[in-house]
T-cell receptor
Framework: GENVEQHPSTLSVQEGDSAVIKCTYS??????FPWYKQELGKRPQLIID?????GEKKDQRIAVTLNKTAKHFSLHITETQPEDSAVYFC?????????????FGTGTRLLVSP | GAVVSQHPSWVICKSGTSVKIECRSL??????MFWYRQFPKQSLMLMAT?????????EQGVEKDKFLINHASLTLSTLTVTSAHPEDSSFYIC????????????????FGPGTRLTVL
């Protein structure tokens, strides 16, 4: 089955710096890669996602890149703000007819210091 | 986006008792819902896929007789933790996809707010 690895487990940056979180996946058939942000005790919130037919996607300060050959994808946050502090999870699934399950990475705790 | 609710948001129970957690899709019909368990400072681990009108599909290592899933309607799935023990204490989260988004090829899963279970 699919296995998703995520690095780093913790990341501390100064406000205004950029943050990069990287994930690798094992199943070459996976074609949908969402990123979730989870604040303490709350539900995961989708922040951005990418499908395998696209190499990069950007939404304001957040971008995701995908390298299908290497089977890795990354989350980039620019101009970080204290409110970006949270745990970020990457995930992968094989999207096809029917609803496919998500396999999550281990999470990255991001701390943005003022 | 679609809205998923859970009830209760937290529950404390005695060891040996059973606890039922509800997951509802509020503004859409969900033929499939997913149940996750999250231990402190850990990732979300899929427990089972709940299918309306049929048996749930459990992940390897998850005891189906201990974690009973019932998806009796298109808007409600329930997870019952039977004979709960302290090691079952965790954050249980459900999710669902909005079938209306299938037309746009969106695979977004919408998560409920979670239920924190503490077994004494």
């Amino acid at each position: 089955g699919e296995n998703v690895e995520q690095h780093p487990s913790t990341l501390s940056v100064q406000e205004g710096d950029s943050a990069v979180i990287k994930c690798t996946y094992s199943d070459s058939a996976s074609n949908y890669f969402p990123w979730y942000k989870q604040e303490l005790g709350k539900r995961p919130q989708l922040i951005i996602d990418i499908r395998s037919n696209v190499g990069e996607k950007k939404d304001q300060r957040i971008a995701v890149t995908l390298n299908k050959t290497a089977k890795h994808f990354s989350l980039h946050i620019t101009e970080t703000q204290p409110e970006d502090s949270a745990v970020y999870f990457c995930a992968a699934s094989k999207s096809r007819r029917g609803f496919q399950k998500l396999v999550f990475g281990t999470g990255t705790r991001l701390l943005v210091s003022p | 986006g679609a809205v998923v609710s859970q009830h209760p948001s937290w529950v404390i129970c005695k060891s040996g008792t059973s606890v039922k957690i509800e997951c509802r899709s509020l503004d859409f019909q969900a033929t499939t819902m997913f149940w996750y368990r999250q231990f402190p400072k850990q990732s979300l681990m899929l427990m089972a896929t709940s299918n309306e009108g049929s048996k749930a599909t459990y992940e390897q290592g998850v005891e189906k007789d201990k974690f009973l899933i019932n998806h009796a309607s298109l808007t409600l799935s329930t997870l019952t933790v039977t004979s709960a023990h302290p090691e079952d204490s965790s954050f249980y989260i459900c999710s669902a996809r909005d079938p209306r988004e299938r037309e746009t090829s969106t695979d977004t899963q919408y998560f409920g707010p979670g239920t924190r279970l503490t077994v004494l």
